[in-house]
């Protein structure tokens, strides 16, 4: 397969058009996904080739678009529902945690739910507290539902063809700053399998897990230790933290022998905390030199002032500065 530079957004709109042409049962819905594109324009143009049968404009409820959603899959379907802002499937969590998540245990899994719930989440567009916050723990909280994190434009086409494919509810989460960031994406059919870690970058003095936005800051952090101080630090991004590929981590905490976790949701409670107990509960704890490190958000509202809004969440300097201090 040739290679190309697309966008995260391009290749998101890719997987979704290319998979509804392959099959016919796949539709997408959301609040102005049709002719206005979206609320990031991730979906421009799709209507004009699909129409609105299968690309549906919703009313605003994301009640009314999760339980449509969920309803749709359970006969036979696979939809594919956009919600504006991750902020507000918090009103579709009944839908969600209650209906699709249950469905398949409850009837001895004679029915499947094979549905993708698209959010953009995370700060660092000015959208304030209502509109900027990483709820990935609030989903794997619940039994039932896969959450996927893409980091790439790669990652984001072949993660989200999956997740279409797949015949279980997932909630696949967007950094928002990500949309407009490009990288290689193969032209053609692939994709990227749920439930498997990737080691981004090897190293054998730490490991560092991390997963959407931060894990191009961790990147360009371990480059620079690398090149001003000769440290290797490798960087793991689970890709999907439900159910999480514990393996990985596993293995490179117990060669390295410190364990890093950075992700921009708040830090009590923040997913950091399972993967951190992860660790501990493994044989990896008998390996660690130092304590498990989280470097999360504030426990705090995303603020719209943007000097503060930035440092409400990890920094390259805050990551770099933690990474200094695990490491003496």
């Known amino acids: 397969m040739s290679q190309r530079e697309i966008t995260y957004a391009e290749a998101i709109r890719e997987a979704m058009s290319e998979e509804m042409r392959r099959d016919p049962a796949v539709f997408f819905m ?10 990031f324009g991730v979906s421009v143009g799709m209507i004009d080739e699909f129409g609105p049968d299968r690309v549906r404009d919703t009313p605003i409820s994301e009640a009314v678009i999760v339980g449509a959603a969920a309803g749709a899959a359970a006969t036979g379907t696979r939809p594919i529902a956009e919600i ?4 507000f499937l918090g009103i579709g969590i009944d839908q969600l945690a209650n209906q699709a998540a249950k469905m398949r245990y409850m009837f001895g899994g004679n029915a499947s739910v094979p549905m993708v719930i698209r959010a953009p989440a995370g700060s660092g567009t000015g959208a304030a507290a209502q509109h900027s916050q990483s709820q990935e723990a609030w989903y794997c909280h619940i039994p039932g539902i896969k959450v996927v994190t893409p980091s ?10 999956s997740a279409i494919r797949d015949n279980n509810p997932v909630v696949f989460l967007e950094q928002k700053l990500l949309y407009r960031q490009s990288g290689p994406v193969p032209e053609g059919d692939y994709t990227v399998p749920l439930c498997v870690s990737e080691t ?3 190293g054998r003095d730490m490991t560092v897990i991390t997963w959407g936005r931060m894990v191009s800051m961790v990147l360009e ?40 976790i950075v992700h921009e949701a708040v830090r ?9 107990a992860t660790i501990a509960d493994s044989e990896a704890f008998f390996y660690l030199d130092a304590p498990i490190r989280r470097v999360a958000g504030l ?5 719209y002032n943007p000097h503060l809004e930035r440092n409400a969440v990890p920094t390259a300097e805050s990551i770099e500065s ?7």
Do not use: C
Not at 84 to 87: H, I, R
Not at 224 to 229: N, V, Y
Not at 299 to 303: A, E, F, K, L, T
């Open 30 to 39: 959301g609040e102005d996904i049709g002719v206005y594109g979206g609320a």
């Open 84 to 87: 504006q802002f991750s902020d």
């Open 152 to 161: 790439t434009p790669y990652d984001a086409k072949g993660l989200l063809v």
């Open 200 to 202: 981004k970058r090897p």
């Open 221 to 260: 952090v371990a480059q620079k230790l690398s090149s001003e101080r000769g440290m290797e630090i490798e960087v793991i991004d689970p890709r999907t933290l439900m159910p999480l590929d514990a393996g990985p981590i596993i293995a490179s905490v117990k060669r390295t022998g410190r364990a890093m």
């Open 268 to 276: 009590t409670a923040g997913y950091g905390g399972e993967i951190a």
């Open 299 to 303: 426990d705090v509202p995303i603020p």
């Open 322 to 328: 933690n990474i200094l201090e695990l490491l003496e």
